[in-house]
T-cell receptor, first 114, second 113 residues
Framework: AQSVTQLGSHVSVSEGALVLLRCNYS??????LFWYVQYPNQGLQLLLKYTTGATLVKGINGFEAEFKKSETSFHLTKPSAHMSDAAEYFC????????????FGTGTRLTIIP | ETGVTQSPTHLIKTRGQQVTLRCSSQ?????VSWYQQALGQGPQFIFQ???????GRGNFPPRFSGLQFPNYSSELNVNALELDDSALYLCASSLREGQNIQYFGAGTRLSVL
């Protein structure tokens, strides 16, 4: 069974400050890892993904995440927060090809302080 | 814009009724997954269809059922609605032989009164 834990249901940062959203996972097989963003009253938009290869992955809107197998983590970062980054962020894990079911964390609501 | 469309966008039903939600996949995708997102929670996997066959199911009762059509569009049916079924229902399409990326629609918000 797989699971995802997102530490911090609410995170507030000042505009221009570093954004760090934490995600730890549990998986019995090499995981595929994803970050999705959800704006109010909308569906989920893929920010970035890790499947295999380079452990530092870059996504859209200046976000990046690093897969650390030893720490079972996949934290999301952005060097400088923008007001438009305010949204709900979800970390998700799957077992990959043949079992694409996504298991999501409970989400982190990011607030940007002007 | 993901190319995945869901209808209707909002729906109000009463307890005990039945509901059908619809999803059109992104062009070229052959796999559809359905998720339930309760208020303040992450999405929960309901089931997945690949080439018209169910290919995995989450912890949901049999009154949640689905279909995938030859054009890979899909329906989610829920019978005997309960108050706890009130949620945002998300459809995601993907290509099984591709990079395992699911693209989500905007969802259908179901309210059960």
């Amino acid at each position: 069974a797989q699971s995802v834990t997102q530490l911090g249901s609410h995170v507030s940062v000042s505009e221009g400050a570093l954004v760090l959203l934490r995600c730890n996972y549990s998986s019995s097989v090499p995981p595929y890892l994803f970050w999705y963003v959800q704006y109010p009253n909308q569906g989920l938009q893929l920010l970035l993904k890790y499947t295999t290869g380079a452990t530092l992955v870059k996504g859209i809107n200046g976000f990046e995440a690093e897969f650390k197998k030893s720490e079972t983590s996949f934290h999301l970062t952005k060097p400088s927060a923008h007001m438009s980054d305010a949204a709900e962020y979800f970390c998700a894990v799957s077992e990959g090809f043949g079992n694409e079911k996504l298991t999501f964390g409970t989400g982190t609501r990011l607030t940007i302080i002007p | 814009e993901t190319g995945v469309t869901q209808s209707p966008t909002h729906l109000i039903k009463t307890r005990g009724q039945q509901v059908t939600l619809r999803c059109s996949s992104q062009s070229g995708h052959n796999t559809v997954s359905w998720y339930q997102q309760a208020l303040g929670q992450g999405p929960q996997f309901i089931f997945q269809y690949y080439r018209e066959e169910e290919n995995g199911r989450g912890n949901f009762p049999p009154r949640f059922s689905g279909l995938q059509f030859p054009n890979y569009s899909s329906e989610l049916n829920v019978n005997a609605l309960e108050l706890d079924d009130s949620a945002l229902y998300l459809c995601a399409s993907s290509l099984r032989e591709g990079q395992n990326i699911q693209y989500f629609g905007a969802g259908t918000r179901l309210s059960v009164l």
